[in-house]
């Protein structure tokens, strides 16, 4: 090994100690940048508003959700604060919307029989006498703001018109029902003359409106009677579909009873087919029992089943203004037309 050479081995070995040293200062130095940094941004942002992404290096903001308080509801309109009637009002003809089976679409066509008929300019009153409520509710009235419904018109005297809520839809009112209704069947019991209760206060607004129609519960109970003592006539609706016919004997076997004591001009004003499904054989089989069992009482008009009818309640309105051009709306436009007809 020349002198050169043991030259070359003496530098290296006294230049490599130093680079560690070199790189430890620099990475010192570079931890004091990032210290610093981190200082800036806490200095500069609250941590309530923005936050620091170290990895990405990028400033997040934060969205401040302020809550907001609901509006207040609409008071509920009164009866004197009713449109003005700028028409002759015809001879009142009370007809109840009746059949002691549940789902056949009783309150479905009170509601858009109704405003059906009051769209074509007659004046209408819907009496809600099911406890459930479901005609009250299809029109988007919260029960929770109704302080005086069916009920208290029944058991507590007031007067109906105290209770009548206006203009629900063109030229139609409705006196409503709430859960309260469903402890009248017990308390009518030791009422007297308990049968006559609905007739004597449907009977003052005779002369008022064209039509009064009444929404029955599902029962044969006191407030189907107080139905069929305060009617002039009967709408039955009947689902096409299995078990039909099976009801309506005992119905009308309970309007016979009340015709011949109480309510002699009783009678049936016409057989609706409702849910009717022409694609199946079973509908049409039930349609052709039921026209054959009652004959010309059947109206002309079927109700179609469709997801319009089902939906149109959940936004408060009937189906001739939630679907005017469906086919829900114009089987009740041209049953509208029909009861009309039909006088």
């Avoid at 002039?232 to 015709?259: C, H, N, W």
């Amino acid at each position: 090994m020349g002198f050169l050479d043991s030259f070359r081995l003496g530098k290296k070995s006294t230049s490599t100690p130093a680079e560690p040293e070199k790189k430890v200062e620099e990475e010192v130095e570079l931890e004091d940048k990032v210290e610093e940094q981190e200082e800036q941004v806490e200095e500069v942002t609250s941590p309530e508003e923005k936050a620091f992404d170290i990895e990405n290096a990028e400033v997040i903001e934060r969205e401040v959700v302020v809550p907001q308080t609901p509006p207040e509801p609409v008071p509920l309109k009164t009866y004197k604060d009713k449109k003005p009637i700028n028409k002759v009002v015809g001879t009142t003809k009370v007809i109840a919307i009746i059949n002691q089976k549940g789902g056949v679409g009783k309150s479905t066509t009170s509601i858009n029989l109704s405003a059906a008929l009051g769209e074509l300019g007659k004046q209408v009153l819907l009496v809600d006498l099911d406890p459930q409520g479901n005609t009250t509710s299809g029109f988007g009235i919260e029960k929770s703001q109704v302080t005086r419904c069916i009920y208290d018109v029944l058991l507590n005297d007031v007067p109906i018109e105290e209770v009548i809520i206006p203009d629900v839809c063109e030229g139609l009112d409705l006196v409503p029902a709430t859960i309260n209704l469903a402890g009248a069947e017990v308390e009518l019991v030791s009422e007297m003359a308990r049968e006559n209760r609905l007739k004597d206060s449907v009977g003052v607004m005779r002369g008022k409106y064209d039509y009064i129609f009444i929404d029955c519960p599902p029962s044969l109970g006191l407030l189907t009677v107080n139905s069929l003592v305060a009617a002039d006539k009967l709408i039955i609706p009947i689902q096409t579909e299995f078990y039909a016919l099976e009801g309506v004997t005992k119905l009308l076997e309970s309007m016979k009873r009340v015709k011949n004591r109480l309510n002699p001009t009783l009678d049936i004003f016409g057989i609706l087919l409702t849910m009717y499904d022409g694609r199946t054989t079973l509908s049409r089989q039930v349609a052709a029992e039921v026209r054959n069992y009652f004959g010309r009482q059947v109206f002309e008009t079927i109700i179609p089943r469709t997801v319009k009818l089902s939906e149109a309640p959940s936004y408060g309105i009937p189906i001739t203004q939630y679907d005017p051009t469906g086919k829900g709306a114009i089987a009740y436009k041209n049953l509208a037309e029909e009861v009309v007809k039909r006088g």
